[in-house]
C-alpha cells in the first residue's frame, strides 16, 4: 500500500447508521434517569417556570395524576422538591408528618406504589431565610442542622420514600442521616448523597422554580467551582458515611469530577443536569441556535460517558415520551 494513504480506517465503522448503532460505546436509557418534580401546596392548577420552558410547579391536588402520567410514558423515579407556604426559620414543616414533605411521598408511592420517588432532604424551601439550615449569628449551624435533617429523613422515609437524598451541604450529614434511619427502623431506606455539590451559577433558574427566599449565597456550605481534589474529597467522606450512592451537581461543567469519583469509588454514581443547564439548551432551541433534540441525547451521553450511573434531568419525560 502506498505510504500516502492511511492503514488505520476507523471511517470503515462508521459508514452508514448500522456500523454506527452496532459500534456505538455509550447508551443511556429510562432506566437511567430521574425526573425531578417541584410540587406546590395550596394552589389549584399548573404554574409555569418562566425560566425553564416546559417545565411548571405542579399543584399537590394534582400529583397523583402526574405520577401515574409519568409511569405509563416509562418514567421509573422522581426526585421530589416541595414548593411551601408554611416556612419558618428552621424548615419545621419538613419533619411534620402531615406536612409537605410527607405528604409528596406518601402521595406518589399510593399512586403508582412502583415508582422508586426520593425524596431532596434539606430545608431552602422551608425556610424563611433560604438557607439549607437552622441560622445562628447569620451563618448556617451544622450541628444543629444535622439533628433536623435526621428528622426530615425519617419523616419522608415513614411517608413512604424509597430513597433519601440529602443536599443541604452539611459536613457529617450522610452519617447523622444513616443513624437517624436505623435508629427509627428504616435501616433498609438508602442514602443517595449529593456528595459532592458546587456553589454554582448554574442554579439560577431553580431559585423561581422553588420559590427560594435566598438573600446571598451558600458559598460557605457548598463547594468551589474551582475545587478538584476536594470535590473527590467530599464524595468519599459521604461513602464512609454510609451513603449508598453518590451525586455531582451540577453535570455538564463538571465531567472531570464525575470521571474522578468514578475512578475513586465503587459506589453508584448520579450526576444531575441542573436548572440553568436545562434553560441554556432550551433557549438556545428557541433562538434556532441548536437542535434540542440531538443536543439533549448529546449532553446526557456525555454525562454517561464520563460515568455517571444515574442522571438527574428536567429532559426525562421528553425523552419517555420520545421513545428515548
Given at each position: 500500500?502506498?505510504?500516502?494513504?492511511?492503514e488505520a480506517r476507523p471511517?470503515?465503522?462508521?459508514?452508514?447508521?448500522?456500523?454506527?448503532s452496532l459500534f456505538q460505546e455509550t447508551e443511556f436509557s429510562l432506566n437511567d434517569l430521574v425526573l425531578p418534580i417541584f410540587v406546590e401546596e395550596e394552589i389549584d392548577d399548573f404554574v409555569p417556570i418562566n425560566s425553564m420552558p416546559g417545565v411548571m410547579r405542579i399543584p399537590?391536588?394534582?400529583?397523583?395524576?402526574?405520577?401515574?402520567?409519568?409511569?405509563?410514558a416509562g418514567i421509573k423515579s422522581v426526585m421530589t422538591f416541595g414548593v411551601s407556604h408554611h416556612l419558618d426559620s428552621s424548615g419545621s414543616d419538613t419533619w411534620n408528618e402531615n406536612g409537605l414533605v410527607s405528604r409528596m411521598s406518601r402521595i406518589a408511592k399510593d399512586a403508582v406504589p412502583e415508582m422508586i420517588v426520593?425524596?431532596?432532604?434539606?430545608?431552602c424551601e422551608y425556610t424563611d431565610h433560604g438557607h439549607c439550615g437552622v441560622l445562628h449569628h447569620h451563618e448556617v449551624d451544622n450541628d444543629q442542622t444535622l439533628i433536623?435533617?435526621?428528622?426530615q429523613a425519617v419523616a419522608a422515609a415513614r411517608a413512604g420514600a424509597d430513597v433519601i437524598a440529602p443536599s443541604a451541604a452539611m459536613d457529617g450529614q450522610v452519617q447523622a442521616i444513616r443513624r437517624a434511619l436505623d435508629e427509627a427502623g428504616f435501616s433498609q431506606?438508602?442514602?443517595?448523597?449529593?456528595?459532592?455539590?458546587?456553589?454554582?451559577?448554574?442554579?439560577?433558574?431553580?431559585?423561581?422554580a422553588g420559590g427560594s427566599a435566598l438573600k446571598g449565597?451558600?458559598?460557605?456550605?457548598?463547594m468551589n467551582p474551582m475545587n478538584r481534589r476536594e470535590a473527590v474529597r467530599e464524595s468519599l467522606l459521604d461513602e464512609q458515611e454510609g451513603a449508598d450512592a453518590l451525586m455531582v451537581k451540577p453535570a455538564g461543567a463538571y465531567l472531570d469530577i464525575i470521571r474522578d469519583i468514578r475512578e475513586a469509588s465503587r459506589l453508584p454514581l448520579s450526576a444531575y443536569q441542573v436548572s440553568g443547564?436545562?434553560?441554556?439548551?432550551?433557549?438556545?432551541?428557541?433562538?434556532?441556535?441548536?437542535?434540542?433534540?440531538?443536543?439533549?441525547?448529546e449532553s446526557l451521553g456525555a454525562i454517561k460517558r464520563a460515568g455517571a450511573d444515574l442522571i438527574f434531568t428536567y429532559f426525562a419525560m421528553d425523552l419517555a415520551l420520545a421513545g428515548i
Open positions: 500500500m502506498s505510504s500516502q494513504f492511511p471511517r470503515r465503522l462508521r459508514r452508514n447508521a448500522s456500523l454506527r399537590e391536588s394534582k400529583l397523583a395524576g402526574e405520577i401515574e402520567r409519568y409511569a405509563r426520593m425524596s431532596d432532604t434539606c430545608f433536623n435533617l435526621g428528622k431506606t438508602a442514602i443517595m448523597a449529593y456528595s459532592t455539590k458546587f456553589a454554582s451559577a448554574l442554579y439560577g433558574p431553580f431559585r423561581e449565597d451558600r458559598k460557605s456550605y457548598q443547564e436545562y434553560a441554556m439548551i432550551k433557549f438556545a432551541a428557541q433562538a434556532g441556535a441548536i437542535d434540542e433534540d440531538r443536543v439533549v441525547r
